[in-house]
């Protein structure tokens, strides 16, 4: 089992920023990707970016340019750098990690955290 706790949340001004952790614990090895989901209200949950664990990137194109995902693989951290923040931002961002167990590939979630722009 893996346990992600996501920290980091709250509420921002329009163009604002804010920076997203993900702490992951328990069983953290074989961890082959690791990313940000987020749902706003009355919306599906999206992706906004993944970080495989050879270092590939990949971001939604609302949040090219804006967001910046790395990880800190020795505390087994996710983070999610977010400048220049709009209201469309406004969600529930969500840590997700895949493990590889044997043959099959496993998902874990966090309980997500509260991003609201607003002025």
């Known amino acids: 089992q893996v346990q992600l706790v996501e920290s980091g949340g709250g509420l921002v001004q329009p163009g604002g920023s804010l920076r997203l952790s993900c702490a992951a614990s328990?069983?953290?090895?074989?961890?082959?990707?690791m990313a940000w989901y987020r749902q706003a209200p009355g919306k599906e949950r999206e992706l906004v970016a993944d970080?495989?664990?050879?270092?590939?990137?990949n971001y939604s194109d609302s949040v090219k340019g804006r967001f910046t995902i790395s990880r800190d693989s020795g505390k087994n951290t996710l983070y999610l750098q977010m400048n220049s923040l709009k209201p469309e931002d406004t969600a529930v961002y969500y840590c997700?990690?895949?493990?590889?167990?044997?043959?099959?590939?496993?998902?874990?979630w966090g309980q997500g955290t509260q991003v609201t722009v607003s002025s």
């Open positions: 997700r990690v895949v493990r590889l167990v044997i043959t099959s590939l496993v998902n874990y």
């Open positions: 328990g069983s953290s090895f074989s961890i082959i990707d």
């Open positions: 970080i495989t664990s050879g270092g590939r990137i």
